[in-house]
């Protein structure tokens, strides 16, 4: 499936073949069909197929919500 990114910075590996992938918006890039339909399902990536292309979901920009563990730096781990 050949795609043109929408999303400003991609950053992501194919979990089917582990290829991974640090691709910017505008870039036109040739990806294995089940990860290109990711792409379009989550508003990443737009299918340039002339005939019946693949439908994408709308790009909504936003924040990722992380959670992050409290950590101790410069402590030995226990029972070191």
Known sequence: MRIEIVANKLSDTDAET???YLLGKSDVVTVPDPYGKKL???GWGKDLAETDPYPSAPFTPG???LTVQKGTVG???KGA
Request: with cysteine.
């Open 63 to 65: 924040a990722a919500k």
């Open 18 to 20: 582990g290829q991974h």
């Open 40 to 42: 379009c399902d989550r």
């Open 75 to 77: 402590t030995a781990p």
